[in-house]
């Protein structure tokens, strides 16, 4: 047999030798390796026991001569466990072949054969030999080395290797507890101070709720930071709360937050030991503390050597402005239209009104009045509303008084607008009797020292009471009002009697009909502060039934009074603005939008039904107004026929545009279908069928250019029947005329595609047109002192839109709730729209229209 150097010599003078000897080599390494396992193992384990001992806080905590003689202990182990390995020696070549022979099954010492030689010299027996050789190394093919087998079991039959292992886990884990230790205190030969009491740090920032974010954990992770850290630090809302709360430790954990840019640091201390009387506050070993900080700027808060930055996000002044001047209602109430924003919600809004030319030295006996803003929806970022409140039975009505808007948010931080001056809306007498009491109830309800000149106003009015006062009661009523006058010494005195003279002249002047009118308004008012507090559904339901009872006398009040005053033929036109059944629907709908929890909803209802009744005309007839009303009405109504006959228009072209289209896609039809596929009887619109060829329905597309001009023609007659009213018709007309034109153009080439974007966007002139006459109409309405007239039918507008208490319609000035079957019909037109959508084949004109339908562009 030859030596293992002549093997290795002699391994580079074939392939097959130069494949053998680095398989050799790898198996001689493994060999190595399962030698060494077992004896490394324990070095491996010692080790493990070392860092489970260390992790669990041992070094810490061990005296310094426990420390120092674990140390050696574990030194020594070490040395003898390394001590034993020097015994491994190099496995030999032999070795490594018994080893590839026996994990490949290799039979006739396959590999060990090619290196041997034979005894006898002679040429046969050379001969003999190479042909055993190339047998076996036809045998040997590709060698498999295998992974170590140490066979660590049989050198710890018991396993107790997963002692250690487990230990060392364990620890690590606790190795992030208070208690746990650290790597670094092996070299750290301190004394170990008392053990201080095991702590917990705790904190958290709360945004306030009007922000919708959510709490932000500072405490949660193992760094001890926020998942979402920004550049320049955690980002918070303003007006955040700042949670810590620390559990056990000495007592003497410092809190402290320090504002960006100051020097000062505010010491945040626990709340049940703030101090009271200035002593510092008594530290208590083991309890819970809990902190709390309002955070109002950038700053670094500090928790016993742990700190974390915010950066905080400004909560800015709500902002409020009007949108036009206040304007008077026919009903003498005060409306106003405002808009605002804020940057996380509107909460409250108000008109803050105060005299102009009352003396500072002055002692009213009201207080200043309230005007409550009407939100459109509570926490908007945006709101644009219009609020009606009837303020003409404060003693500031008709004098001249500043207005200022403010607008609250959730943080109490507080928005004004630049401040309107105007006359306050006063209750319009048109009995002297009754504006001559209501004077005298003025003089001294602003200022009371002025009591006795409205004595002597009283003691005026009856120096002559046959001639000026007709009726005894009358008479009777101003004389006990003033027997209270003089009797007064207190201002709760005075203003009882000034609220009994305000009585009197509501009763002069509108008898049972004011009476009626503060009932509603106590009854609306009642019933909205309900709303706002969100009151149990038992009171809500009551305040209800109070509401429908003072709108029926009030209503049945004022059709007497209507009567009374010869006044038939307007309150039948007024039925047209405001019928009875339009205000029991309403009242459902607030009820039931109320119990349905939609208080939002219910509250702005009421308030559209506010303005509804300040706008109710209830006062005298007006001569001279009713046939040009009328003709205005008779204009209006052929413009909403012309809007809809235009839209009508443009659907007919659409379908037929889209029936052409389809047609080209697929081919058109046999020659022998031409004859059965008609376009339609003559006189008819043309309607597209299956069976149309494209000719035929270009054909149809051109003879709707006929009904197109007709609608052009339509237009120009009812422009100049405006402008012989004394009416200018806006832009929106001519614009509308000249896509009418336009879209007859292109219907009379067969372009549908053209026509039916010339017609949307002449409906939408028309629209704009309709909404600037109707504004010229209320504008000539008001100054008439009468309602905007109302044109369409069934009370709506010529767009086929309810109006709203103005004679606008709903969709400009507010919003109107939808019934059941509207709902019902939205859904289904909404779910048609998608379906159409989701098919994918549909044309690039059709997807643009319904994409606009849904808003998407």
């Not at 007006?239 to 709360?245: A, G």
């Not at 109320?594 to 706008?615: C, F, I, P, T």
């Not at 007239?789 to 109107?816: F, H, I, K, V, Y």
């Amino acid at each position: 047999m030859a030596s293992d150097r002549q093997r290795e010599k002699g391994a580079t003078s074939n392939p097959l030798a130069r494949r053998l000897a680095a398989k050799r080599l790898a198996a001689r390494a493994v060999l190595y390796l399962e030698a060494l396992a077992p004896r490394l193992l324990p070095v491996l384990l010692l080790v493990a026991a070392f860092l489970a001992l260390t992790w669990f806080g041992y070094f810490r905590h061990a005296p310094l001569w426990l420390h120092v003689a674990t140390l050696a202990a574990f030194a020594i182990g070490f040395v003898v466990l390394l001590a034993r390995l020097r015994g491994i020696s190099w496995p030999s070549v032999d070795s490594a072949d018994r080893m590839l022979e026996a994990r490949n099954a290799l039979t006739h010492q396959a590999i060990r054969v090619q290196d041997d030689r034979p005894a006898v010299g002679d040429a046969f027996g050379e001969a003999l030999w190479r042909e055993h050789q190339a047998r076996m190394a036809r045998m040997i093919g590709a060698l498999r080395t295998g992974t170590p087998e140490p066979d660590i079991a049989r050198h710890d039959r018991h396993a107790l290797r997963a002692v250690p292992l487990l230990l060392v886990a364990i620890a690590f884990a606790f190795s992030y507890s208070n208690r746990g230790g650290l790597l670094a205190d092996v070299v750290s030969f301190q004394a170990p101070a008392e053990a201080a009491p095991d702590m917990r740090i705790d904190a958290w920032v709360t945004p306030p709720a009007h922000t919708a974010r959510a709490p932000v954990f500072l405490t949660g992770n193992a760094q001890g930071q926020p998942a979402e850290v920004a550049e320049g630090g955690i980002r918070i809302p303003q007006f955040s709360d700042l949670t810590v709360r620390v559990t056990g430790g000495s007592g003497n954990e410092t809190v402290g937050y320090q504002v960006a840019g100051e020097n000062a640091v505010t010491a945040i201390r626990p709340d049940a030991e703030k101090p009271k009387d200035g002593t510092a506050p008594t530290a208590t070993v083991g309890s819970a503390r809990t902190m709390h900080y309002k955070i109002l700027k950038d700053g670094t808060l500090s928790v016993d050597g742990r700190s974390w930055t915010f950066a905080v996000i400004p909560d800015r002044v709500p902002e409020i402005a009007f949108d036009g001047i206040p304007k008077t209602t026919v009903a003498s109430a005060l409306e106003i239209s405002f808009i605002a924003r804020d940057d996380y919600g509107l909460q409250e809004a108000h008109a803050e009104i105060v005299p102009v030319d009352q003396p500072k030295d002055a002692r009213p006996l009201y207080p200043l009045p309230e005007y409550r803003l009407d939100l459109p929806r509570r926490a908007a970022r945006e709101a644009k509303g219009t609020t009606s409140r009837n303020l003409s039975e404060h003693p500031l009505s008709g004098k001249r008084v500043k207005i200022t808007l403010v607008a609250r948010d959730a943080a109490g931080q507080e928005g004004r607008s630049q401040p309107v001056e105007i006359v306050l809306p006063a209750k319009n007498f048109f009995e002297p009797l009754a504006a001559a009491v209501a004077e005298e109830r003025q003089v001294f309800a602003l200022d009371a020292r002025q009591l006795p000149l409205a004595i002597t106003l009283n003691e005026a009015l009856t120096i002559r009471p046959e001639e000026t006062i007709p009726n005894l009661t009358h008479f009777l009523l101003i004389q006990s009002a003033g027997a209270r006058m003089r009797l007064a010494r207190s201002e709760d005195q005075m203003r009882d009697t000034a609220d009994y003279l305000w009585e009197i002249a509501l009763g002069i002047e509108d008898g049972n009909l004011s009476l009626a009118d503060r009932r509603l308004r106590d009854a609306q008012k009642a019933l909205s502060e309900a709303l706002e507090r969100n009151a149990s559904e038992e009171e809500i339901a009551r305040l209800m039934k109070e509401l429908r009872d003072a709108m029926q006398a009030y209503m049945e009040e004022l059709a007497r009074q209507a009567a009374k005053n010869g006044q038939q033929q307007n309150a039948q036109q007024q039925g047209r603005i405001l019928r009875q059944q339009d205000l029991q629907r309403m009242m459902d709908q607030i009820e039931n939008l109320a119990r349905s929890g939609a208080r939002d909803q219910a509250q702005q209802m009421l308030s559209e039904l506010q303005r509804m009744m300040n706008n109710l005309q209830a006062g005298r007839p007006q001569q001279g107004q009713g046939q040009q009303n009328d003709a205005m009405r008779q204009q209006m109504d052929k413009l909403g026929e012309l809007v809809l006959k235009q839209q009508k228009l443009m659907e007919e072209t659409f379908k037929l545009d889209q029936a052409l289209r389809d047609r080209m896609e697929r081919g058109d039809p046999m020659p022998g279908e031409e004859d059965e596929a008609q376009p339609g009887d003559d006189g008819a619109n043309p309607q597209p069928s299956d069976r149309m060829t494209a000719d035929q329905l270009r054909d149809a597309l051109k003879k709707l250019r006929e009904q197109q001009d007709g609608l052009g023609k339509q237009l120009g007659e009812l422009e100049q029947a405006l402008k012989g009213m004394g009416m200018e018709p806006g832009e929106g007309f001519g614009q509308a005329g000249r896509e009418m034109k336009d879209a007859g153009k292109a219907l009379g080439e067969g372009e549908g595609e053209a026509a039916v974007g010339s017609q949307g966007r002449a409906l939408e002139a028309l629209r704009q047109g309709a909404q600037n006459m109707m504004n010229q109409m209320q504008a000539m309405g008001q100054g008439q002192g009468q309602g905007m007239p109302q044109a369409g039918r069934n009370g709506r507008d010529p767009l086929g839109r309810e109006r709203n208490a103005e004679g606008g319609n709903s969709e400009a000035g507010g919003n109107r709730v939808p019934e059941e079957i509207d709902i019902q019909r939205a859904r289904e037109i909404l779910d048609e729209i998608r379906r159409r959508l989701g098919t994918g084949g549909s044309p690039a004109l059709e997807r643009d229209y319904l994409e606009r339908l849904l808003g998407i562009r």
